[in-house]
């Protein structure tokens, strides 16, 4: 693993092994010492839990990290992005972190550089969020040890959703049964090249889900402003306490990426509740498998 660019790439043994360091770095256990080496968080989408969680990541690790500043840099004197990255390799980076619009964007970059700079894709365009998947992973099993023959029912923006695909993806590795709830326009144009269950109807999908993970409405990516209906939407497939407890598992786990529509796509008060709390623990989480990856990627730097 010389770079993490999505789930397709990177091996079962590998997530496991990034699973079982951010375990012990929760525990306080073996925490890398990653002095000198420097990281780059280039964002040209928003974010709160990936950029903070990746920099208090790296800090925990004693890295450098740069707030590298999308708006205020050369890009808008006209350098293009393979000149950035060659340069900011020359100045001492080792590893940039980088969420852009564009799916496919880290292997444009790889195509056109020289350098042996190496990436993490922190979310790009539709496609892909592998680190999103990794922690997402990380809190299944840490709440019910495996996802194998667990039913796991996805909800929601399916077709502009970064976080589902690669949740679908790492999930099917390890044998998960997945199920999938959407409104037909934000459902996959191809359904059946994933091993996947599909629902109209929100109580069947997730009548006996083990993990229930609402997705957010990706409203910037829709091609027509304000479409869906966010009363209509919440009408079908928002999720509530009562909607929760009546048809899901007993203990089963309620997960967002984040940030969440209050109120859309989970109501305030099932937010609130005890079943609500697993959300924070996945930010928290972040922080541990951020620094796994790192650790991985810096330590495997050149093999892959
Ligand atoms: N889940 C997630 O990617 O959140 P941010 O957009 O805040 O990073």
Do not use: W
Not at 5 to 25: M, P, T
Not at 33 to 51: D, G, I, P, V
């Amino acid at each position: 693993m010389k770079h993490l660019i999505d789930i397709e790439s990177i091996s079962q043994s590998d997530i496991l092994d990034i699973i079982e360091s951010a375990r012990q770095y929760k525990n306080g256990q073996n925490i890398p010492n990653l002095q000198h080496r420097t990281a780059a968080l280039m964002f040209y989408e928003n974010s709160t839990r990936t950029k903070c969680s990746f920099e208090i990541a790296g800090k925990k690790l004693g890295m450098n990290v740069i707030n590298f500043d999308t708006a205020h840099s050369s890009l808008s004197k006209g350098e293009s992005l393979k000149d950035t990255v060659e340069n900011l390799y020359a100045l001492g980076v080792d590893i940039i972190i980088i969420r852009h619009s564009l799916s496919g964007i880290i292997y444009n970059i790889l195509n056109q550089i020289k350098c042996p700079i190496q990436f993490v894709n922190a979310g790009d365009g539709t496609r892909s969020h592998p680190t999103q998947a990794l922690l997402d992973f990380f809190t299944i099993t840490e709440k019910i040890k495996t996802a194998e023959g667990k039913k796991i029912t996805i909800v929601g923006d399916i077709t502009h959703s970064r976080v589902a695909k690669s949740n679908i993806k790492l999930l099917s590795k390890f044998g998960a049964d997945i199920h999938v709830c959407a409104p037909s326009y934000m459902n996959f144009k191809n359904p059946d090249i994933y091993n996947i269950t599909y629902h109209q109807d929100l109580k069947s999908a997730i009548k006996d889900a083990d993990v229930v993970m609402a997705l957010r409405i990706q409203n910037e990516r829709h091609e027509k402003e304000g479409y869906p209906d966010s009363a209509e939407y919440k009408r079908l497939y928002g999720i509530n306490s009562e909607l929760f407890s009546k048809y899901a598992a007993k203990n089963a786990i309620l997960m967002h990426p984040g940030p969440v529509n209050t109120d859309i796509e989970l109501t305030a008060e099932l937010l609130e509740s005890k079943a609500g709390e697993t959300i924070l623990e996945q930010a928290h989480n972040g922080v541990f498998v951020r620094m796994a990856i790192l650790n991985n990627l810096i330590n495997q730097k050149g093999e892959g």
